[in-house]
């Protein structure tokens, strides 16, 4: 499934963002999905995952009761809600999605498809 990514930009910290993830043409209910960073020199990283039905969700403790992942399936959308940045958050944020498994995972080998990837530049 291809995704696209959107949303990043420059915030100041503690400042909020929304990204949001969409697979156009598809079917997002059948999907897990999660999000992903990569700050520069460093490993991508997982940030939230959440389940088909969005019951579910996982978050990295970097980011816990800061960010909120959430989605519509009926829009084919899911959303990173970025509350309280930090300027560590600086980094390329990627949604993930895999259909092969229900559920959700934090490991990026269970996922099969990558957007391109969206900016997010915290300034102090």
């Not at 959440?50 to 403790?61: L, N, P």
């Not at 084919?76 to 498994?101: F, H, I, P, W």
Request: net charge positive; hydrophobic share 35%.
């Amino acid at each position: 499934v291809q995704l696209q990514a959107s949303g990043g930009g420059l915030v100041q910290a503690g400042g909020s963002l929304r990204l949001s993830c969409t697979a156009p043409g598809h079917t997002f209910s059948q999907y897990k999905v999660a999000w992903f960073r990569q700050a520069p020199g460093k490993e991508r990283e997982f940030v939230a995952a959440v389940s088909w039905a969005g019951v579910s969700r996982q978050y990295a403790d970097s980011v816990k009761g800061r960010f909120t992942i959430s989605r519509d399936n009926a829009k084919n959308t899911v959303a990173l809600q970025m509350d309280s940045l930090k300027v560590e958050d600086t980094a390329v944020y990627y949604c993930a999605a895999d259909g092969r498994q229900a559920g959700m995972s934090s490991r990026l080998g269970d996922y099969d498809s990558w957007g391109q990837g969206t900016q997010l530049t915290v300034s102090s």
